[in-house]
């Protein structure tokens, strides 16, 4: 199979995988269901993927690439504006944390917890633990142009999320906070970068 071929397959396999678990959840999900619902083998998914785990594994890291592909477009969108850097990267985050696959996936883990921490570290590895270190260099790279003074730029990262996100991502896995529309992600995201240039934006005289 070529390797472009391939990869629309395991995609379309990942999309069938990603609606039977939000149906079922990850245990009344099985890889026969996937397999009926992606119109594929079961012996296809147990190659690509080994079993039921691996499935969602693939899902999660899938999803990892997708929001990195989506970070990495926002801060190359705006190199020399530094608030509007801010605002892209803030709208591009928002949006996959508060969408309904990233929501979904995230209440697989939590469901699967008492099982072990599994599911749990590799959505850490593949989202928080992968975008702070970029976004800290975000924030260095302005520190060393002169825009911002820092103490730490992994402290400076943290309080940036903690402005763009509060605890919205949390209310929209327990089912409490509606999906926000883009209006009012770009609002949230504007209000972030504004809040975080006031505190640590170098004075100008």
Do not use: C, H
Request: net charge positive.
């Amino acid at each position: 199979m070529r390797s472009e071929r391939r990869d629309a397959r395991r995609t379309a396999i990942l999309e069938a995988a990603y609606a039977v678990l939000r149906a079922k959840g990850y245990r009344g999900a099985t890889m026969a269901a996937v397999a009926e619902a992606a119109s594929a083998s079961k012996e296809t998914l147990y190659s690509w993927f080994g079993d039921k785990q691996g499935l969602f594994r693939g899902l999660i890291e899938a999803n990892a690439a997708q929001a990195q592909a989506a970070l990495t477009a926002a801060l190359a969108a705006a190199p020399d504006a530094v608030e509007a850097s801010l605002v892209q990267f803030g709208e591009a985050l928002l949006t996959l944390l508060t969408g309904e696959r990233a929501v979904a996936i995230n209440r697989i883990a939590a469901a699967e917890a008492d099982r072990g921490a599994a599911f749990g570290m590799l959505l850490a590895a593949s989202g928080r633990d992968s975008v702070m270190p970029r976004l800290a260099g975000l924030m260095a790279d302005l520190e060393l142009a002169g825009v911002v003074r820092l103490d730490d730029p992994a402290d400076a990262a943290d309080a940036y999320l903690g402005l763009l996100l509060g605890d919205l991502p949390v209310r929209r896995i327990i089912g409490v906070a509606p999906p926000p529309r883009k209006a009012a992600i770009a609002a949230r995201a504007e209000r972030a970068a504004r809040l975080w240039l006031r505190l640590y934006a170098v004075t100008r005289p």
